[in-house]
């Protein structure tokens, strides 16, 4: 098993920004790939960020590049997703989430947190 609890959500206006942590315990921390994700009202949970369990390879949505920046701290067990220059449709609950490899289905990250509320305003 391994426990992720998401921190450092909140509300925020345009253009600024904010880091997210996901602190993992459990299982051996750099075994898995960690994944950011996240789910808007009324909409279904989306990939957002992914980094390999080395730290080496990165995977963006679209939606997201050149704006916000998956890593990794190994000595703290913790990601981060840091984001620049928010918009208001980045307004969602954040998850952080860990799986064998970096995928970008839901379905393939077995371990989950409970997410963290990002609240951008215009």
């Known amino acids: 098993q391994v426990q992720l609890v998401e921190s450092g959500g909140g509300l925020v206006q345009a253009g600024g920004s904010l880091r997210l942590s996901c602190a993992a315990s459990g299982r051996t921390f750099t075994r898995y790939a960690m994944g950011w994700f996240r789910q808007a009202p009324g909409k279904e949970r989306e990939f957002v960020a992914a980094?390999?369990?080395?730290?080496?390879?990165?995977s963006y949505a679209d939606s997201v590049k050149g704006r916000f920046t998956i890593s990794r701290d190994y000595a703290k067990n913790t990601v981060y997703l840091q984001m620049n220059s928010l918009k208001p449709k980045d307004t969602a609950v954040y998850y952080c989430?860990?799986?064998?490899?970096?995928?970008?289905?839901?379905?393939?990250?077995?371990?989950w947190g409970q997410g963290t509320q990002v609240t951008v305003s215009s």
């Open positions: 989430a860990a799986a064998p490899a970096i995928y970008t289905y839901t379905s393939q990250y077995p371990y």
């Open positions: 980094v390999s369990w080395s730290g080496g390879s990165t």
